[in-house]
């Protein structure tokens, strides 16, 4: 290329060194270049190079042609304006401005521009697309997310709804009973009156019957009854109730029903570094998820009298705390498929009895097949196998003993802790706190097939029982009344087992109730167990409670020495004998685990046949 301010007859020099002649040419910097300056020129890493025979070279551009004198070219480039001109326009308004080569400058803007394609191509533009993925993601979750707080309202007016009838329909049965007992005096009143008619009538038919016949002898006998009746019977003074609405305030009316959390929408900036053109591949995006790990951010539920009310959840939560939303889809299609079909054995077997060093054993929670988690009468838990080693051991925050345990789908250990009213996850032997309760104790706990806790509890006063289902801390569920707004689980105890059976019923051992009480999904009752009529020493009192793979449900007879199978309808299959047993679980191959209270011991038991 012929230096602009060279004569044709000069020798071509290199651009970097001007002192040796050029032979190449870099086409992205648009720089000639002699052999000597194109290993140094292509050290610079900062940029892509691209350098040819100087021959080989593209065509060069043409010089831009001044928009003021037209019969001149564009030559040089003005720093300080950032505008090419030619050599009049020099001398005319740029005197004393930085100039240099508009070629030059030309091969400095082209490598910008070729910067500024490939970050656009490489970073920002899969950036923006990343990003356009999150929010459409984030746009269905947050969709579903609306729908489920609708949903909640929903069903948390049909609570009230059922509510209000149930107390209209007392009122109703107390006005028929004050209507009865009004009715009853006034039938007395009449009853008395009407004798003394009778009375009366007959009395004036015989004075008649004396006066006609003139008999002495009647005439004298004859005693008067005029003072008697002459004092009237007495009057009824009745005051008859009246009913006195309360005024509806709509306010408080809302107010009691629940609230939503304020929609909060923030902003925050994507960032990335640019930092060389081996890091352009993969710049870092601040904060930044692939759509799959992008999720809503938890919604405050409604605080609500039931539904939601308690427990109240700290940090809430989340749907959550309305009453009760739809269940949470199951993640596992273990949930649903069909398990193959395992008879009953007419005879169970014990495969094996775990010494596991507690003076009174209570729980038990399967991790696998060859190790479970035990709880007992101190504040520690610990992990089990076979032979009775200890494989683990958890302490409770609180250094009181927990009630429930159980174990999550990820294999991690849940326990309540009823002295200080939480539910906590122990992850890589770190306990974390997921619910606090006010109000309310949480008993016993059970994993659900949608990763949900399932938590029984008792009111701080003993007056009330419940199941709550929460979705991490968020509480999406409350089971309490059935459609006649009476409570499904007896009060004042603390003993309520719970299991969810493989098609979703939720399954309680109520051993005040002395009955199995299982709802669908929804919460809708769906029928009591209360024992099977063969002769027993002692009532039904079941105490543990666990669920197979083919919808059996097994709850533990404790005083009758008896583990009762049903089926998923309630039906009763048959028992197995097991001397005093409490806890129960089963694995994932059927087996059962026992806990025998007084023994400290955990029996294995096979009672479903592993082929037919």
């Known amino acids: 290329m012929l230096h602009p301010r060279r004569s044709a007859q000069d020798v071509l020099l290199c651009d970097s060194c001007e002192t040796v002649p050029l032979q190449s040419h870099c086409e992205i910097c648009q720089i000639n270049l002699c052999t000597n300056c194109v290993g140094k020129h292509l050290l610079d890493s900062s940029r892509k190079h691209r350098v040819v025979p100087f021959k080989e070279r593209s065509s060069t551009p043409d010089l831009p042609k001044c928009p003021k004198h037209t019969d001149k070219h564009c030559e040089l480039y003005c720093e300080k304006c950032e505008i090419p001109v030619c050599s009049t326009c020099v001398s005319d308004k740029h005197r004393g401005h930085i100039l240099c080569d508009v070629l030059k400058k030309l091969g400095s803007k082209t490598q910008s521009l070729q910067r500024d394609l490939e970050e656009l191509e490489s970073i920002i533009y899969p950036r923006y697309e990343e990003i356009a993925s999150i929010v459409q993601t984030e746009k269905s979750e947050f969709k579903t997310n609306y729908g489920k707080l609708t949903r909640a309202a929903d069903q948390h007016g049909e609570i009230w709804h059922r509510k209000i009838t149930a107390i209209v329909n007392q009122q109703k049965s107390d006005i028929v009973e004050m209507e009865t007992k009004h009715m009853a005096v006034l039938d007395k009143t009449t009853d008395e009156i009407t004798h003394s008619i009778t009375e009366l009538k007959e009395i004036i038919l015989n004075l008649k019957a004396i006066l006609e016949s003139n ?121 649903v498929s069909s398990p193959p079909v395992k008879p009953l054995l007419d005879e169970p077997q014990s495969i094996a009895n775990i010494d596991t060093g507690y003076k009174y054993l209570c729980s038990v929670s399967c991790l696998s097949d060859e190790q479970v988690w035990t709880r007992g009468d101190n504040e520690i838990m610990n992990l089990l196998n076979f032979q009775g080693k200890v494989l683990s051991s958890i302490q409770t925050q609180s250094g009181y003993m927990p009630w429930g345990i159980t174990v999550t789908r990820d294999g991690d250990l849940v326990y309540t802790d009823w002295y200080n009213g939480t539910v906590n996850l122990v992850k890589n032997k770190q306990i974390q706190t997921v619910v606090t309760l006010q109000g309310w104790i949480p008993r016993y706990v059970c994993s659900a097939y949608s990763d949900d806790l399932l938590v029984t509890m008792d009111s701080d006063d003993g007056r009330q029982s419940k199941v709550v289902r929460y979705s991490g801390s968020r509480e999406t569920q ?135």
């Open 478 to 612: 409350t089971i309490q009344f059935d459609d006649q707004g009476r409570p499904l689980y007896s009060s004042n105890h603390k003993d309520k087992y719970i299991s969810e059976n493989r098609n979703l019923d939720i399954c309680v051992a109520d051993r005040t109730a002395e009955a199995v009480v299982v709802v669908n999904q929804s919460g809708k009752f769906r029928f009591r167990y209360t024992g099977h009529p063969y002769n027993t020493k002692e009532s039904f009192t079941p105490y543990g409670i666990t669920t197979d793979s083919q919808s059996h449900i097994l709850t533990a007879d404790h005083y009758n020495h008896r583990i009762h199978i049903l089926d998923q309808d309630g039906q009763f299959l048959r028992y197995v004998q097991c001397f005093y047993p409490y806890g129960l679980c089963v694995d994932i191959r059927d087996n059962l685990f026992v806990t025998q209270l007084g023994t400290g011991k955990v029996k294995k038991i096979q009672y479903l046949k592993t082929h037919c």
């Open 215 to 335: 008999d002495i002898s009647l005439i004298s006998t004859y005693k008067s009854r005029n003072t008697e009746f002459k004092r009237l019977p007495p009057k009824v003074r009745v005051t008859l109730p009246t009913f006195s609405p309360q005024k509806i305030n709509t306010d408080q009316l809302r107010e009691m029903f629940g609230s939503l959390s304020p929609l909060s929408i923030n902003t925050e900036e994507y960032d990335y570094t640019m930092k060389s053109p081996e890091a352009v591949s993969s710049p870092s995006v601040k904060q930044m998820k692939s759509p799959e790990a992008v999720s809503s951010p938890p919604v405050k539920p409604m605080k609500s009298p039931e539904a939601v009310s308690s427990p109240s959840v700290k940090q809430m939560k989340s749907p959550e705390a309305v009453s009760s939303p739809p269940v949470k889809p199951m993640k596992s299609s273990e949930a």
